[in-house]
């Protein structure tokens, strides 16, 4: 208990300390950047966002507080950009084959294949239910967060318009529908309920996406898009 209120205190003044932006990295200071977002991927999804500290990371990483301060300008930054990086190497791990398919089956590959994606869903879970109490979290995940939602959105209008779908039909409501699912298996799990069948899971998400095509659709496979953001110098 003594424990955690002590990383209760740590990370409110880790949340109210003011940090000069991150200035531009130098080779070795992005693959230590990379290093220290796949450290704290690790240990938010894995540990917990609360329970975890700057000084925790810089103990693990081997790197002093201050030099992740040169990086980042809090763990709420150092969130974001977990979530930012967890995402894209969720789409960059679909093999070649899956992504040469329609968007329906790419959908339906990864409910398909949810248990092997646990690390992404306990990240985003940590990450809502710590912007839920700190509005810095919450402002940075909304940055984080909300061009990853725009560009699936971009992604489902094409398949819209080439697969004959009713163009009344919002593409962004449907990505957050496909979205919220998602997550929503990572709370269920979190619980401790049992999750549906992934082929299931799979094979339904697969029949909904089909079932707003025409007839003799054709969409093909969507244009490809980057997967990484290019961060401001």
Known sequence: ??????AGASNRKEATTDH????????KGEATRARLIELAAEVFAEEGYAAASIRDLADRS???????????RGKAD???AAVDALIASDVEALPAAVIQQTLP????????????????????????????????VRARLRDAMVPRIDMATE??????DRAGVDPSIDMRALVTLIW????????????GVE???????????????????????QPGPPTPRPTRRRRAP
């Not at 000069?20 to 080779?27: A, D, E, G, I, Q």
């Not at 339904?204 to 095509?213: A, D, I, Q, Y």
Request: no cysteine; aromatic share 6%; net charge negative.
């Open 78 to 80: 150092l969130l974001a």
């Open 155 to 160: 992604a489902h209008e094409e398949w819209r």
């Open 105 to 136: 089956e790419i959908d339906a590959y990864q409910y398909e294949h949810a248990p092997e994606r646990a690390r992404l869903r306990a990240l985003l879970l940590e990450a809502a239910v710590a912007a839920r109490a700190d509005p810095d």
């Open 180 to 191: 919220s699912a998602d997550l929503g298996l990572g709370v269920l799990n979190a619980m």
């Open 195 to 217: 999750l549906p069948n992934a082929e299931a899971w799979s094979d339904l998400m697969r029949r909904l996406l089909k079932s707003f095509e025409a007839p003799d659709a």
């Open 20 to 27: 000069v932006l991150p200035r531009r990295l130098t080779p």
């Open 1 to 6: 208990m003594v424990k955690g209120q002590a």
């Open 62 to 72: 081997g790197l002093s507080s201050g030099a992740i301060y040169g990086t980042f």
